[in-house]
């Protein structure tokens, strides 16, 4: 029998690491990185009342949601919440034609897809 569980961890740790690791490095800049993302995204449609308080929430998500998969909980709905701030992410990077970044933020989504789609196979006891 396969260790599904060991094999579902080593595949959620890096994307686990990359979403935790960038919410940590902002945390501290916190006010930093919202002037960056307002100025980034100055010439989107999407309305700054909308981007500044985004702005003070995506390094807490990201830090929230890559702490969550590196423990394993509620993962379904924690690999939901991801593809969601993913979907979000390229809908802005989208508003400002930010191509380099959408590979990014696709590369993820992709990943937290095949992770989604693992556990729904392997990892709960619904396997049909």
Not at 23 to 38: C, D, I, T, Y
Not at 74 to 96: D, E, H
Not at 112 to 124: I, N, V
């Given at each position: 029998?396969?260790?599904?569980?060991?094999?579902?961890?080593?595949?959620?740790?890096?994307?686990?690491?990359?979403?935790?690791?960038?919410?940590?490095?902002?945390?501290?800049?916190?006010?930093?990185?919202?002037?960056?993302?307002?100025?980034?995204?100055?010439?989107?449609?999407?309305?700054?009342?909308?981007?500044?308080?985004?702005?003070?929430?995506?390094?807490?998500?990201?830090?929230?949601?890559g702490l969550l998969l590196l423990i394993n909980y509620?993962?379904?709905?924690?690999?939901?919440?991801?593809?969601t701030l993913m979907s979000i992410l390229i809908l802005?990077?989208?508003?400002?034609?930010?191509?380099?970044?959408?590979?990014?933020?696709?590369?993820?989504?992709?990943y937290l897809f095949g992770l989604l789609w693992f556990?729904?196979?392997?990892?709960?006891?619904?396997?049909?």
């Amino acid at each position: 029998m396969k260790d599904f569980k060991t094999i579902f961890f080593f595949l959620r740790l890096p994307v686990a690491v990359s979403l935790l690791g960038h919410g940590l490095v902002r945390l501290p800049k916190l006010q930093a990185f919202s002037e960056w993302m307002l100025k980034t995204m100055e010439k989107s449609a999407i309305p700054e009342a909308l981007i500044l308080p985004f702005s003070y929430f995506l390094p807490v998500a990201e830090a929230v949601v890559g702490l969550l998969l590196l423990i394993n909980y509620k993962t379904r709905y924690t690999l939901y919440a991801s593809l969601t701030l993913m979907s979000i992410l390229i809908l802005g990077s989208s508003s400002v034609e930010n191509w380099q970044a959408i590979e990014s933020q696709l590369l993820h989504s992709l990943y937290l897809f095949g992770l989604l789609w693992f556990h729904e196979k392997f990892c709960t006891g619904n396997n049909g």
